[in-house]
C-alpha cells in the first residue's frame, strides 16, 4: 500500500482589481479599501462601495472603477482623466466629472442618472438619449455643436454655456 501526496497551489479565491493609477490608488488607501499601492486592490473591497469622492486628487486613470459595481455616486472632477468608462456602473446615479480632459464620453448604460456634470472638459459629443431621469446636466464649456435633450423630460437644470450651440435657444425650447 502506498500514499501519494499532492501539493499544488493554494487558490485563496481571493480576486484582485487592477489599479494602474497610482494617485487612484493612493486615495483608495486614504478612504481604507486597500492597504498598500500595488497596482491592485481585492475587489471584495470595493464591489460594495455605493459612495466614492476623488474630487482634485490628480488622477489621470481611473482603470478598475468598473468593478465598483454598487456605486450611485461618483465624484472624479477637477482631476486629469482623457477618458471615464462608466459602462459598468450601472446604478450611478450622481456623476460629477467637471473639469477633466475627456474628449469622449458614454453614459447610455447608466439610466439611473439623475445627475450628471461633464462640464469643462473636451467632448465632441454627448448622448444623453438613454438618460431619461436626468434631472440635473451641466456639459457646459465643452466643444459640442448640439444638443438633443428631447427625450429627457425629467430635466429641470440645464447649463450648455461655452459650447459651438446656442444654448439659450435650446433652454426656452424645452422650458429650462
Known amino acids: 500500500m502506498f500514499s501519494v501526496l499532492l501539493l499544488g497551489s493554494c487558490d485563496t479565491g ?3 482589481t487592477a489599479i494602474p493609477d497610482q494617485n487612484f490608488e493612493q486615495a483608495l488607501v486614504e478612504f481604507g479599501y486597500d492597504d498598500v499601492i ?16 476623488l474630487y482634485r486628487k490628480n488622477i489621470s486613470d481611473l482603470t478598475g472603477i468598473e468593478d465598483f459595481t454598487a456605486l450611485t455616486y461618483l465624484e472624479c ?9 462608466v459602462s459598468q456602473n450601472t446604478t450611478l446615479t450622481y456623476l460629477d466629472c ?8 458614454d453614459v447610455s448604460k447608466n439610466t439611473a442618472l439623475t445627475y450628471l456634470d461633464c462640464g469643462s ?3 465632441t459629443n454627448l448622448d444623453v438619449s438613454q438618460n ?4 440635473y446636466l451641466d456639459c457646459g464649456y465643452n466643444k459640442l455643436t448640439s444638443l438633443d435633450v428631447s427625450k429627457n423630460t ?21 422650458g429650462l
Open 14 to 16: 481571493l480576486v484582485s
Open 38 to 53: 500595488d497596482g491592485k486592490v481585492l475587489t471584495a473591497n470595493i464591489n460594495s462601495v455605493d459612495s466614492l469622492s
Open 77 to 85: 472632477g477637477r482631476n486629469k482623466l482623457t477618458s471615464l468608462d
Open 98 to 105: 467637471d473639469g477633466n480632459k475627456l474628449t469622449s464620453f
Open 121 to 123: 472638459n473636451q467632448l
Open 132 to 135: 431619461t431621469t436626468l434631472t
Open 154 to 174: 425629467a430635466l429641470t437644470e440645464l447649463y450648455c454655456d461655452g459650447n459651438k450651440f446656442d444654448c439659450d435657444a435650446l433652454k426656452a425650447k424645452y
